[in-house]
């Protein structure tokens, strides 16, 4: 049986698409081994989104050539979409696949075997129209199952390569959604997280008419489904019949990661967001009244090329202002080939670290604020994993609880929040 080896870098879509395509090989007769182990086959699925996640990537790509120079190494991804020949004049790499048409990836690799030559599959994805519908043959053993809907992205923010890695929109159909909700709660998955590239944007390309509360609606109908988790969200996408259904439906988890990026109008301006910073808070406050609890994480982006010590300080003040319950900081890194690259004002990395850690500092508090609430209060956490006799899951709202005790992955328990423990709490389980 030949042995085949996966390893992923980036986001929740590229975790689902390196799932999908185990599925593909295990399908075919191949067996799958950890990545540092010896292997026939290596898959590196990629990432685009800042220099490091290239670079990390080249890193992996050689590393498996190191570990069997006989194998097919194959790399495929957001990396591999956008420099397909940067990649090609790897030493070792033998196939190359982008964002598309991975449907046939174990033929390529088996034909690449069988040539002894490198096949570059990647094709033009701007000219894309359909969602590719791979199904997940074989359920990984997790407690939550990613579910991706969605493919592509228009909004062309001014840093962001995505577009150009992803595509235009491409949205599942609702049959197929539910076919594979249906699949993954009926293989033993307590939550299912819808995901997409821009996953607000569902049903846009359709002529249906169809929005993602469609999607939401169609997954609410699997039988036996306890949690439904949405993935990250725009803000101004965020309707009015969503968040009904969040207040009706209690499996529809109280968690939203509604990206800010920036708290000054003029850097959102530059970044092409496509509101303002009062727009936002007005919109995330107007949740947070409907849905007592909801937890709101975010992202910001420090040392965008032009922004003053005044428009991070006005970041920083309006973060301070607001009720995340945590905060993905990332300095700004500049992507060859996006606007904001050439752009005048570009902060000098010791700056970007020195934000950094001043914006951390108030995310750690915000954090602290947004938990302490809840202690004393009971819950409901789906536990995911036991080490050394401590248990840890997550609540509806996405708090991480730990507790003493070693639970089977998938368990549903009610606990009660004794104190704050690392990111999250230390619980006692009352059930």
Known sequence: MPLVAFTTLGCKVNQFETEVIEGLFKQRGYEKVSFDRPADVYVINTCSVTHLGERKSRQLIRRAVRTN???????????????????EAIPGVDVIVGTQDRQNIVDLVEAAADQKRTINAVTDIMVAKEFEDIPLFEAPGRTRAFLK?????????????????????????????????????AA????????????????????????????????????GLLRLRLGSLESVEVSDELIKLMREDTRLCPHLHLPLQSGDDNVLLAMNREYTAAEYRHLVQGIQRQIPGIAITTDVIVGFPGESDEQFANTLAFVETMNFARLH??????????????????????????????????????SRDFREPFIGTTVQVLFEASDDGVANGYTPNYMHVFSGGNLPAGTLKAVTLKKLHKDGFWGEITN
């Open 69 to 87: 120079p006989a194998a097919t190494i194959v790399v495929t991804g957001c990396y591999a979409q956008v420099a397909p020949e940067q990649i």
């Open 149 to 185: 809907i969605q493919e592509g992205c228009t909004n062309y923010c001014t840093y962001c390569i995505i577009p150009y890695t992803r595509g235009p929109l491409r949205s599942r159909p609702l049959a197929s959604i539910a076919r594979e909700a249906a699949k993954l709660t």
């Open 188 to 223: 033993g998955f307590q939550e299912i997280v819808l995901t997409g590239i821009h996953l607000g944007a569902y049903g846009r390309d359709s002529q249906e008419g169809i929005t993602l509360t469609d999607a939401v609606k169609t997954v609410l109908k699997t039988e």
């Open 329 to 366: 900081i990332f300095p700004y890194s500049k992507r060859s080939g996006t606007p904001a690259a050439s752009f005048a004002g570009q902060v000098s990395e010791e700056e970007k670290k020195r934000r950094v850690k001043a914006l951390e500092k108030v995310a750690d508090k915000k």
